[in-house]
């Protein structure tokens, strides 16, 4: 079965300051994507990033970028100088044969 | 121009009552889905319409009956209504079914049971 653990419940960091949230993923597929999603206090699901399985290229989203590990079934979210409106539930998403399995989210707080 | 909509944003009512949520997009997509994110903010699939017919019910008690009447809309109908429903529900929708892709959210109905 697949799965999707990020081990990180709660994160800070300062503005204009560089954090990476952690995804890890289990599945035995070939075809899949993986996504974080943010969901600010107004609790809107906003699509972040995708990648794609089958991409060696690691995805980019201006501030945003992904570090993809696919032996190693790992997806961090790196996000560079770090805004206030950054401050976030972060979730790392995969989408696999008929499967669309969430994280259980991390909470980052930009401070200023 | 909101891609997923969903009516309405809040909903408060008494135990035991029968209440509805609206969804719609205007994205053109085939899939439709209902998730409930509880108060730990762990989401968690409900429902999946391919072409308004009903694909998935991820063990959800049948006082949740949701509705397609056509490809962009997908309403939540909840009878007897319990505490514990008290929830944020969100709408979401696909191009694919079965295949991997990208869903889209509605900006979710905060649900509270009294």
């Known amino acids: 079965a697949q799965t999707v653990t990020q081990s990180q419940p709660e994160m800070s960091v300062q503005e204009a300051e560089t954090v990476t949230l952690s995804c890890t993923y289990d599945?035995?597929?070939?075809?899949?994507?993986l996504f974080w999603y943010k969901q600010p206090p107004s609790r809107q699901m906003i699509l972040v990033i995708r990648q794609e399985a089958y991409k060696q290229q690691n995805a980019t989203e201006n501030r945003f970028s992904v570090n993809f590990q696919k032996a190693a079934k790992s997806f961090s979210l790196k996000i560079s100088d770090s805004q206030l409106g950054d401050t976030a539930m972060y979730f790392c998403?995969?989408?696999?044969?008929?499967?669309?399995?969430f994280g259980t989210g991390t909470r980052l707080k930009v401070l200023a | 121009d909101t891609a997923v909509s969903q009516t309405p944003k809040y909903l408060v009512t008494q135990m035991g009552n029968d209440k509805s949520i609206k969804c719609e997009q205007n994205l053109g997509h085939d899939t439709m889905y209902w998730y409930k994110q509880d108060s730990k903010k762990f989401l968690k699939i409900m429902f999946s319409y391919n072409n308004k017919e009903l694909i998935i019910n991820e063990t959800v008690p049948n006082r949740f009956s949701p509705k397609s009447p056509d490809k962009a809309h997908l309403n939540l109908h909840i009878n007897s209504l319990e505490l514990g429903d008290s929830a944020v529900y969100f709408c979401?929708?696909?191009?694919?079914?079965?295949?991997?892709?990208?869903?889209?959210f509605g900006p979710g109905t905060r649900l509270t049971v009294l």
């Open positions: 998403a995969f989408s696999g044969t008929y499967k669309y399995i």
């Open positions: 979401a929708s696909s191009q694919d079914f079965g295949l991997p892709d990208t869903q889209y």
């Open positions: 599945t035995s597929e070939n075809n899949y994507y």
